[in-house]
């Protein structure tokens, strides 16, 4: 869909200033103005109509009623209008947030009891408060340690397993398991115990969606429609689905031959609810909730980036963590579940033309009055269709490709993507995160303690030193030159000592070592520390140490220190220099 | 004291080939000649004079009889010499590790019992265990992340803990407590309580181990003996304060008038000792043990480095694990407790002119004679004495400095500094690591997560360019010219997608980005993805990405991914190259 010219005045990211740079609501509200409204509203209709039954899906994967899908769809949309700083992102439950609630809550609560959805009420406050403290702390850089590989194998793996979790209500049989060998081989065992009209019922609503998703839209503009109309069509597809599969279930009365129905939904205003205060709870839930937030403030970065880019717009990654955070602590004062922003929502909601977080205020009144007035038709609607919804949506999160890509690139990234899925099918979604974060943590620090050092020589005819491995160079026996490319500091400046004391075993006749230090941007204490233990064993070893292309704001700090005081060596402005005065050719 | 010249057959480490690169014996132990054993003797003399005291006192600091000391000496010093790739370093009970293990076990059983002493048996096991498998994998480098500040603040810290725990035996008073707080009020409050022959006996150990340490040599010197023998001399002031306090005891009969003495020290052969298998007592000391395997490394591995470069030798950090867990395993097996190499007798041991590891073996067949001859001459040594002799040793290694050389220098260190110091002395030992340890590691993740991102300009008349903001440079409004000092990896390309996304935002006449990759050394995964997402997004926006100046390895990689096939730029050899093509100045 090609987007339409918005108008500048609303459209352009200007500076805000005072309190508007907290509240970007001030900002873009000011300036609100007809046009913008009108798309807006029709953005907000098509993404409410997209929202209705996913909502109610993503509850039933989570354990929780169908109607808290709707009440997690309200509060934390208004309070993500009011602080987020993405023009259009949708904020709710999705199914990968969805799943680890679930996994969270499974050991502490039964399904469908009051406990656990006190239980998933309190996830989302705790949720709710850690992301805001990490706001307000400005610690959204630690997202970037969750690496592109273990979030796509986690996705991926998360994915599968909902999947296979959504067999039971799409089969009508009876599979238990935490994991997707158990589910898998459970799965196996019942295959005779089908029931029939569930599976049916369940088989057409996911042949039914995959039609609409996939063929729908190419026909109805085939057949004459506009193609934003024949889009708009084809994205109601899942409530047509809803609504067909409930009739046929009300015409035939197939709830009476053991086809499970959603049943009796309340009708009303989301209620208004308190966490639980017991602080034994709150240690069970706390790395449930740690993770949660992570895993909710990347995947709704990423979508918030992505889709700020395409109009040149952009989003603040500190304050998006506030603004997550203010919603999951709505979601829990009004009865919902750990929310964040949601991949195809978001993208449905821009290209339907959403200009403002409005369209997100009018998605929540939308929410809103089907909670009030739509809840008593859902009485009919088989659960094998909201489990047929879930099914078809995560498919398209599976990417298998991830492990070909990793495996061509880089086979650490191989080994993080291969952790990341094996312990999240085999051990669950909590143990499959940590494992995949602590896997390319470690292979991250063992990477950055080995910085690159290469020995240079001078390229003959030039004043310039390459790397003796990959160039003819001259060298000469008594001078060492090595260049360090990397800045350095505790984690890596012991490779530099070994390598120094490793040289200095090995060549008798060396009387001075240079450090070029043209790539080195800071020297942390620990690092001047080892320099001046390097500079001290070889001064013991009777050999001289030197610097040379040392950076000005290298060099003012380093004026003052030890290091300077006790350096017999000089420190040269460029390494022609310091050969030409220690090892002059010829 | 200089150094005398060695056998160049022994001193030169040549490189050892096939079980010789294994077990280091093999290679020394075939060249070894008389001389060499002349010179290991007389070393091994001087460092046993120095070890029977010392390890009796740290036995006594960590809450164990002192003759569990000379039993902890024998067996890892032995197996050291077979395993350890440093020619001199000495391994035992050393200050810093006695406080921890004392520490360790001071909540699982009560001082001077049998089950004590098994649990600090079992911690000897765990951390041999560990540093074996950590040698084994290779995992030296997570030394690294042990910066110099926190060492230094940590053992600082351990040293006052240290100290102000000896108050008790070297005053005679009451003193209990588990942090500095608690021990120096609980000093104020008992100073009315002060045994006087105890606090005599004590404050005149302490003043005559400061004189020997510190005005003995230069006396003799002058008195006309030899350096090297007034060296030795002075060596053996705690020796001679042992034998001293001891007779004046058993002369004044001073242990009848509440002077608490050594007492009945079993003599014989270290005895054959075993862990417990008690996994719940594993699980309890997993964490301690682990912080004891490293600190016990790195103090050890940086005596050992500082020792080797001076006669041009080097050591192997993987395989320094793998010789300090056999020798850890050692003293689990012979009754004794968590040993690394110390830094006083491994400069005693190289300045007496130790010239391999044979000075290790003659010192513990030295110990061993003591344990078997020695010990009913202990019966009246007091334990003031002892604690006088850790008093004096650990005061050497506070260094307050490193609070004014941090603050000078770098911010971040100072605060990883103060925090593992006043944890350290506010909660214990175990605490003020983690803290140390984990400050610094987030000061290093948020540092490398904020690579140095510069926008470059020509310099006019050159085809150079430079950071605009430091140097008079040509730019235009359509090109962006960014170059990254760093590799891009997942910790810190998010850095970079969100400095493009700014600029995209701030810049309406953009239309190239060009990326100087002139400092890129390396692209993993994460990274290519979020450049492909930075590519799609600034083609949505209209804006195309080119690169200059790929390194051939980065080139080499980069060739068969989506990133190149998508690109709609080009990827030049230089960036002034790019820069004539897409935005030719004038």
Chains 1, 2 share one sequence.
Not at 299 to 304: C, H, L, Q, R, T
Not at 547 to 554: A, D, L, Q, Y
């Amino acid at each position: 869909m090609t987007e339409p010219a918005a108008p500048a005045a609303v459209n352009r990211a200007l500076p805000a200033t005072g309190l508007a740079s907290h509240l970007p609501i001030l900002d873009w509200g000011r300036r609100y103005d007809r046009g913008t409204f009108t798309r807006d509203l029709m953005a907000a209709l098509i993404v409410t109509i997209m929202l209705i039954p996913q909502s109610l899906a993503y509850a039933s994967l989570a354990g929780l009623p169908p109607v808290v899908g709707l009440y997690a769809s309200i509060a934390p949309l208004l309070l993500y209008a009011v602080f987020g700083t993405s023009r259009v992102l949708a904020v709710g439950p999705v199914a990968v947030v969805s799943l680890m609630t679930a996994a969270a809550i499974g050991n502490l609560a039964v399904p469908g009891t009051p406990e656990y959805w006190t239980v998933a009420i309190t996830l989302a406050f705790l949720s709710g408060a850690m992301l805001l403290a990490m706001g307000l702390l400005r610690l959204g850089f630690l997202a970037n340690f969750l690496s592109h590989p273990v979030i796509s194998g986690f996705i991926t793996a998360s994915a599968l397993l909902i999947a296979a979790g959504q067999l039971k209500p799409l089969l009508g049989v009876r599979v238990e398991g935490h994991n997707f060998v158990e589910l898998a081989s459970g799965l196996v065992r019942q295959l005779d115990q089908v029931h029939a009209v569930t599976a049916v019922m369940g088989g057409a609503t996911v042949a039914l969606l995959l039609w609409t998703r996939r063929a729908l839209k190419p026909l109805l503009v085939r057949l004459g429609l506009p193609t934003g109309l024949a889009d708009v069509v084809a994205k109601a597809g899942p409530v047509a689905a809803i609504a067909l599969t409930a009739w046929v279930t009300w015409q035939f009365r197939l709830h009476e031959q053991g086809l499970k129905i959603v049943g009796t939904v309340p009708q009303g205003l989301p209620p208004l609810t308190l966490p639980s205060w017991d602080l034994g709870l709150w240690q069970q839930l706390a790395v449930p909730a740690l993770l949660i937030s992570v895993v909710g403030f990347v995947e709704s970065v990423s979508v918030g980036q992505t889709l700020a880019a395409k109009r040149r717009q952009r989003i603040e990654p500190d304050r998006e963590l506030v603004a997550l955070g203010a919603s999951n602590l709505g979601a829990a004062f009004s009865g919902g579940f750990p929310v964040t922003g949601g991949f195809s929502r978001s993208v449905v909601n821009y290209d339907a033309g959403a200009q403002t977080p409005a369209a997100g205020i009018f998605t929540a009144a939308g929410i809103l009055l089907a909670a009030l007035l739509l809840t008593p038709a859902l009485y009919f609607v088989p659960q094998a269709t909201l489990a047929a919804t879930i099914v078809v949506a995560v498919l398209s999160l599976v990417d298998l490709g991830i492990f070909k890509r990793t495996w061509a690139y880089s086979k650490p990234d191989f080994a993080a993507v291969l952790a990341t899925v094996l312990f999240t099918l085999g051990l669950g979604v909590e143990a499959g995160l940590i494992a995949g974060v602590l896997l390319s943590l470690a292979l991250f620090l063992h990477r950055t303690s080995r910085p690159h050092i290469a020995e240079v020589g001078l390229v003959p005819g030039t004043e310039s030193y390459r790397n003796v491995l990959r160039h003819e160079v001259q060298t000469s026996p008594q001078l060492l030159s090595l260049r360090v490319d990397e800045s350095l500091y505790f984690a890596n400046v012991r490779a530099l000592e070994d390598r120094i004391n490793e040289e200095l075993a090995r060549r008798p006749a060396l009387k001075h070592v240079v450090l070029q230090c043209s790539a080195i941007n800071d020297i942390d204490a620990s690092a001047l520390e080892s320099l001046e233990a390097i500079d001290q064993r070889l001064q013991d070893a009777g050999v001289v140490l030197h610097f040379s292309e040392v950076k000005g704001p290298v060099m003012d700090r380093l004026k003052d220190t030890q290091l300077l005081r006790q350096l017999r060596g000089q420190v040269f402005l460029t390494h022609y220099q310091a050969q030409q005065q220690l090892a002059p050719a010829g």
